[in-house]
């Protein structure tokens, strides 16, 4: 079962806008609306900014927008700002109760 | 306010066995339906998910982890623990706890601030 594929590292100025892809399988991803994006500054733990694909919990600023197409599932983040540097990590359910991770996609705020 | 708190040992010999607790507070694992989880993310790497468990005991673990790991819970004392067998240099990481959804723990809604076990004689 190996990870989801991200890229190591996008970057973006002030007020751009980046995506972030994460790319599975027709066995997760592929197979099910179930997939989290998580935000994980240096030294913290991971806080899920989307959930089922493309939902935001209360809090996460509508900056953040989710999506998926086939296999692979995409975080856009629009008008970046500082605060938003971090690492990102995606997650599929993977069928019987399994959960797969990405490996990370570092995000810097040039 | 929901918090979680992971505990144990953060230096442990090969081939023993780590053992993590969460201690929960603000909310009571017994009472509502929600499924909990470890996760663990080796120094400078990414994350792992190694298992979880429903509010009624189904336990469902990571296939490359399942020979060695097992989830269980005290609900007396309203925590959830982890037990990693016959560990190695590659089990050191920094181990989180965390709440998923009533369905499962596609969505990890809470987690603990993370503990570091390293694995080394």
């Known amino acids: 079962q190996s990870a989801l594929t991200q890229p190591p590292s996008v970057s973006g100025s002030p007020g751009q806008s980046v995506t972030i892809s994460c790319t599975g399988t027709?066995?997760?991803?592929?197979?099910?609306?179930?997939v989290s994006w998580y935000q994980q500054p240096p030294g913290t733990a991971p806080k899920v900014m989307i959930y089922?694909?493309?939902n935001r919990p209360s809090g996460v600023p509508d900056r953040f927008s989710g999506s998926k197409s086939g296999n692979t599932a995409s975080l856009s983040i629009s008008g970046l700002q500082a605060e938003d540097e971090a690492d990102y990590y995606c997650?599929?359910?993977?069928?019987?109760?399994?959960?797969?991770f990405g490996g990370g996609t570092k995000l810097t705020v040039l | 306010q929901l918090q979680l708190q992971e505990s144990g040992p953060g230096l442990v010999k090969p081939s023993e066995t780590l053992s993590l607790t969460c201690t929960v507070s603000g909310d009571s694992i017994s009472s509502r339906s929600y499924f909990w989880g470890w996760i663990r993310q080796p120094p400078g790497k990414g994350l792992e998910w190694i298992g979880s468990m429903s509010q009624s005991g189904s336990t469902y673990y990571n296939p490359s982890l399942k020979s060695r790991v097992t989830i269980s819970v005290d609900t007396s004392k309203n925590q959830f623990s982890l037990k990693l067998r016959y560990v190695t240099a590659a089990d050191t990481a920094v181990y989180f706890c965390a709440r998923g959804s009533p369905t499962g723990t596609t969505t990890l809604n809470n987690w603990g601030q993370g503990t570091l076990v390293t694995v080394s004689s």
């Open positions: 997650s599929s359910y993977t069928g019987s109760n399994s959960v797969i």
């Open positions: 027709s066995s997760d991803v592929g197979s099910y609306n179930l």
């Open positions: 089922e694909v493309s």
